[in-house]
């Protein structure tokens, strides 16, 4: 069921219920009954407060802190505002309505009738948060049956083509793609982490595939957050320092190439950590990539990363240029791309 037919199902449900237990109250414990359309009035009136309150605790459990801002002062409104604004319904409001909660010939008695509002308010406060929570168990149980369908159809479609090119051979060869491809994440970020980076990866050697360079640098970070998420938080040291973004569309993996390069030939921990820095400017980028190396046994690629980054570049408006250099057991790849015509 979808979450906005189970809200309307439940808000319904919960008027129903209000108005049968007001009546029920009114049959049998209240001194004097009231008319049908008093007590139907009454519940508007419960309904109304509870709608107003539902919304201003959806939206203080929001992540937004101006949202929680938002909230919090709306809620402070309503309380302060309730008593004058009951008085106000119930004194000429609803006897324009014609529907009439006092008697005139009884003088008022504001003690009480205050004290049954804020009880009132009390009740209705209690109902609206309860509301609230059960929306967000429902809604993160709807998200979470979602995540498990995504993941499990796109690790049924990576299952099919993480051996047919060399990056992707690269990323599931080790535990790091043991993770992406059997692990179940049981953080809920992580989760979507791998979600967003096996979504990419299904996509990823198309041919001639482009996106901006935004989506490119996120999922850069999604590829970060995994590598950390697997091999230490203090594993990877991303740096990003951007100027201008007035570039043309970019070939997909240009900006993951040294991360993957990574899996394949470096050491990976806390204790070894890669060093990663994006420099971008108007007009050029410059990708460092710092790393302690350690290449795998049997493991000569004879330089088909590097030929498969410069073929991700033919005809499109960069130019590519790759600079590797082995001090000991460090290992440092800086890439320059520019435009083609601003040379």
Not at 75 to 103: A, N, S
Not at 143 to 169: C, M, N, P, W
Request: net charge negative; aromatic share 14%; charged share 20%.
């Amino acid at each position: 069921m979808k979450l906005p037919i189970t809200v309307l199902t439940i808000a319904t449900s919960l008027f129903v219920v209000i108005f049968v237990i007001l009546s029920l109250l009114n049959l049998y414990y209240a001194d004097v009954h009231i008319p049908f359309v008093q007590v139907f009035g009454l519940t508007v009136l419960y309904f109304l407060f509870f709608g107003l309150l539902s919304l201003v605790f959806w939206q203080f459990m929001q992540e937004y802190r101006r949202a929680k801002v938002v909230a919090l002062l709306l809620f402070l409104i309503l309380t302060f505002t309730v008593v004058p604004t009951v008085d106000g319904l119930v004194y000429v409001v609803f006897p324009w309505l014609g529907v009439q909660f006092y008697d005139e010939s009884m003088p008022r008695n504001d003690t009480d009738f205050h004290y049954d509002i804020w009880r009132g308010y009390i009740f209705i406060n209690a109902v609206a948060l309860a509301f609230v929570f059960l929306l967000q168990f429902l809604e993160r149980r709807s998200a979470a049956r979602k995540a498990d369908v995504e993941l499990s159809d796109y690790r049924q479609q990576i299952s099919g083509i993480a051996h047919t090119s060399h990056f992707l051979r690269t990323v599931f060869a080790g535990s790091f793609g043991r993770m992406l491809a059997e692990e179940s994440p049981k953080n809920k970020q992580t989760k979507r982490d791998v979600i967003q980076f096996l979504g990419y990866l299904v996509r990823f050697d198309r041919p001639y595939a482009q996106v901006t360079w935004e989506e490119e640098v996120d999922q850069l970070e999604c590829f970060v957050r995994l590598l950390r998420t697997h091999h230490g938080a203090q594993a990877v040291v991303l740096k990003i320092d951007q100027d201008g973004n007035d570039f043309p569309l970019l070939p997909w993996g240009i900006l993951l190439f040294p991360l993957e390069n990574c899996l394949r030939h470096a050491l990976i921990s806390p204790d070894y950590p890669i060093h990663y820095d994006l420099t971008i400017r108007s007009g050029m980028a410059v990708i460092t990539c710092h790393n302690y190396w350690s290449p795998k046994e049997k493991d000569h690629d004879g330089g088909a990363g590097y030929r498969l980054l410069e073929s991700k570049v033919l005809d499109t408006p960069y130019r590519l240029v790759c600079e590797g250099i082995r001090k000991m057991d460090t290992y440092e790849l800086t890439i320059h791309l520019t435009w083609k015509h601003d040379e």
